[in-house]
């Protein structure tokens, strides 16, 4: 009996919540908190509204301007005067002026520019996304990396378990002459290694959740703890073999197949191909300097004079007298300009194809990551299938070598031997086990999928 609620003990499943802790986060919570407290995704937001205003500020340009002027002249020395004389005389010269300008065609710059700067808007939007899903990634993997701390934590902890269960049984031998005090002196000396053990692997831990929370912009890792994610064991196997394998579906597809879904909604891609349309339009602005601009002109205006030594009308009268308005239009025709428009429209040709290559570029970046992941998840499961078997049969190994041990037909060594290997087993599955969950997370993420488990 004692030894049925030994091996119970031995392999339940110790909850990854750290007793006397807050509530647990979520991957989810995780997420969306680090999502509104990133400096780098609020400095992205930032972008997107600098883009917001100079799409503005290229609609309003089909409006007519309005400026006004006010002018004072003075003037000194010797003039002529009305009958050929010269004087020596000083006048001054007030004039206000309203003027509007407005442009009727611009060779289609304006519309041209309306939409370069709509396109640069959706560009950094994408952009934003981009950021967000490399927070995401991130969130999600120091997340991953916590839970495999804790379940190496807790198999340390459950060797220094069996170590300090061993070592009382060896001092009752000992005091009934069954045991030799080198036995317990070498059994100590194990426990000693486990509890170094454990406390590395507890450090590990508290690293892990330090990481997570400065992603979080937490001030502190004090009293933080995540959920485990739910797995379902297989029939008959204990908890801590939760099956991942019903995670399978992503094998229906290959990474040609996962990279196509992934070309139609990445960020990353999507804002590589909004630059291009961009650069198109650059081209046509830039083509815009070959076209005349025709603009729409008009004002107001007044002015007053006075001379000194000579009587003159009063200010009043004088800008009532002297109000005039006019209006017209003004044609500029450009015949040669040193080759500065044929250059301009040969550098944005040249960034167009630059551009080209840019997005070309990120495809294949994201062809590469899809492909590393696809086979990673591969890999994964059958990592995750042989750990499986390996944790199996080195568990049923220790039982045997210790029901031996137990009856004296094995000595200490070697009953530390087939427990170092059933422990190291679990600690493989732990690895295996979260690394699949965490490739397979990743393949829906490329296919459009929320990044959770």
Same mark, same amino acid.
């Given at each position: ?174 005091? *009934? ?229 137990? *009856? ?12 170092? *290997? ?32």
């Amino acid at each position: 009996m004692k030894k049925i609620i030994f091996f119970s003990f031995l392999i339940s499943h110790f909850s990854l919540i750290p007793a006397g802790a807050q509530t647990p986060w979520s991957l989810r919570q995780c997420i969306d908190h680090a999502l509104l407290h990133n400096i780098s995704i609020k400095q992205k937001e930032n972008q997107c509204h600098q883009r917001q205003l100079q799409l503005s500020t290229a609609r309003w340009r089909r409006l007519p301007d309005l400026n006004g002027s006010v002018s004072e002249n003075f003037s000194f020395g010797r003039g002529q005067t009305l009958d050929g004389t010269y004087v020596n005389r000083s006048t001054n010269n007030t004039s206000f002026s309203l003027g509007t300008t407005m442009p009727l065609f611009t060779g289609f710059q304006i519309p041209n520019t309306v939409k370069l700067n709509q396109l640069n808007l959706e560009a950094a939007t994408q952009d934003l996304e981009k950021a967000k899903d490399d927070i995401r990634m991130k969130v999600a993997q120091a997340y991953v990396q916590i839970l495999y701390d804790m379940e190496i934590s807790d198999v340390a902890h459950r060797q220094i378990a069996i170590d300090s269960q061993q070592v009382t049984r060896l001092e009752m031998f000992l005091k *009934n002459g069954k045991a030799s005090q080198a036995e317990l002196s070498q059994q100590q000396a194990t426990l000693a290694q486990a509890r170094l053990t454990a406390t590395q692997a507890d450090n590990n831990r508290q690293l892990a959740l330090l990481a997570l929370t400065q992603l979080l912009e937490l001030p502190s890792p004090d009293d933080f703890s995540i959920v485990a994610p739910l797995l379902s064991p297989r029939e008959g196997e204990a908890p801590i073999h939760a099956d991942l394998l019903s995670k399978g579906g992503w094998e229906v597809a290959s990474p040609e197949a996962i990279y196509q879904e992934a070309l139609a909604i990445k960020p990353e891609v999507q804002a590589e191909q909004l630059r291009l349309s961009a650069a198109e339009r650059n081209i046509k602005i830039a083509q815009a300097a070959n076209y005349p601009t025709l603009n729409l002109n008009a004002g107001l205006q007044s002015t007053y004079n006075k001379t000194n030594g000579m009587s003159s009308a009063s200010f009043g009268n004088q800008l009532k007298n002297n109000f005039g308005q006019y209006v017209g239009l003004s044609l500029s025709v450009p015949i040669f300009n040193r080759f500065a428009t044929r250059n301009n429209i040969r550098l944005a040709k040249i960034d167009r194809e630059n551009q080209l290559l840019q997005l070309e570029n990120v495809k294949k970046s994201l062809y590469k990551e899809i492909q590393q992941v696809f086979y990673n998840a591969r890999a994964a499961k059958s990592k995750y299938e042989s750990s499986h078997a390996a944790a199996q049969s080195s568990r049923d190994a220790f039982m045997l070598m210790q029901a031996k041990y137990e *009856n004296g037909r094995a000595n200490v060594t070697e009953f530390n031997e087939a427990k170092n *290997n059933y422990l190291k087993a679990e600690s493989d599955l732990v690895q295996a086990r979260y690394e699949y969950l965490y490739q397979t997370a990743l393949i829906d993420f490329y296919r459009g999928k929320d990044l959770d488990f």
